[in-house]
Nanobody
Framework: VQLQASGGGLVQAGGSLRLSCAAS????????IGWFRQAPGKEREGVSC????????YYADPVKGRFTISSDNTNNTVYLQMNNLKPEDTAVYYC????????????????WGQGTLVTVSS
């Protein structure tokens, strides 16, 4: 089981990035996949999560209307399109999977990718 997060980088405020979470060893459609982020000195927080099986998608309030999560079963990858980025979005972004309904609690997720750094300059 492996989750490979990628797509981070440096972008100016108002810009966009698309993060990818490539899965191997399992099918993303069979699990809930969550995106989390952790800024320096802060706890890891849930950003968005998706369950194709439950046909459910959730967004944390700070990213609603700006971020879009999607699942591509052809590529076995979950994407996080991030638009209108703000400096407060700066963090290491992680993807993770859990068997069951999607949640925002990092403790509920058993398998994690290595993280990709997003830096938004003002």
């Amino acid at each position: 089981v492996q989750l490979q997060a990628s797509g981070g980088g440096l972008v100016q405020a108002g810009g966009s990035l698309r993060l990818s979470c490539a899965a191997s060893g399992f099918t993303v459609d069979d699990y809930a996949i969550g995106w989390f982020r952790q800024a320096p000195g802060k706890e890891r927080e849930g950003v968005s999560c998706i369950s194709s099986r439950d046909e459910s998608i959730y967004y944390a309030d700070p990213v609603k209307g700006r971020f879009t999560i999607s699942s591509d079963n052809t590529n076995n990858t979950v994407y996080l399109q991030m638009n209108n980025l703000k400096p407060e979005d700066t963090a290491v972004y992680y993807c993770a999977r859990r068997h069951g309904a999607p949640t925002y609690s990092a403790r509920d997720y058993a398998s994690w990718g290595q993280g990709t750094l997003v830096t938004v300059s003002s």
